[in-house]
C-alpha cells in the first residue's frame, strides 16, 4: 500500500510530513503499525501542490512505488472528480469523492454533497488481442 500526499498544504489536505506523523503515531512500541498484519505501507510525495492531482507530474518515487500496483484510490473532489473521473490506468482505479460545487453536481446530473463513487475494471485489450 503507498499512501500519496502532497508536500505543500493546500485547503484541507494533510501533507506529506503530516501524514509521516500520523502513520508514527499509528505504530505500538515495536514500531509495527496497530491493526495491520504487514508492514507494507509505504508514503511518498505526490509531486503535486494543489487540491488536484495532475496525473502527469507525479513525483519519481510515487511513480516508481506505483508502476506495479494492483488498484488505483483517488479520494477527494479534486483528484478523483475534477481532474482524473475519466483517467484510465493501467491496473483498476477507485475514484472516491463529495460533490461540493454546484457547478460539478450539475456537470454529472447530480445534486450538491451526493457522494460518487467511481470504479474502472482495466482491461487489457492487447491481452485480450492477443489471445483470441
Not at 499509528?26 to 501542490?49: F, R, W
Not at 467511481?118 to 485480450?128: A, G, N, R, S, V
Request: glycine share 6%.
Amino acid at each position: 500500500v503507498v499512501l500519496a500526499a502532497n508536500d505543500l498544504p493546500s485547503i484541507n489536505d494533510v501533507t506529506y510530513t503530516e501524514l509521516i506523523e500520523i502513520i508514527a503515531k499509528l505504530k505500538d512500541e515495536n514500531g509495527k503499525l496497530l491493526g495491520v498484519d504487514t508492514s507494507n505501507l509505504l508514503i511518498a510525495n505526490s509531486g503535486n501542490d494543489l487540491p488536484v492531482i495532475d496525473l502527469t507530474r507525479v513525483s519519481q518515487e510515487l511513480s516508481y512505488l506505483a508502476s506495479d500496483t494492483d488498484l488505483v484510490v483517488l479520494e477527494g473532489m479534486g483528484r478523483g472528480l475534477e481532474t482524473n473521473l475519466y483517467a484510465q490506468f493501467k491496473c483498476d482505479s477507485l475514484k472516491i469523492a463529495m460533490v461540493k460545487h454546484q457547478e460539478v453536481a450539475q456537470f454529472l446530473g447530480g445534486r450538491l454533497y451526493d457522494c460518487v463513487i467511481k470504479y474502472d475494471e482495466f482491461l487489457d485489450y492487447q491481452h485480450i488481442r492477443q489471445s483470441n
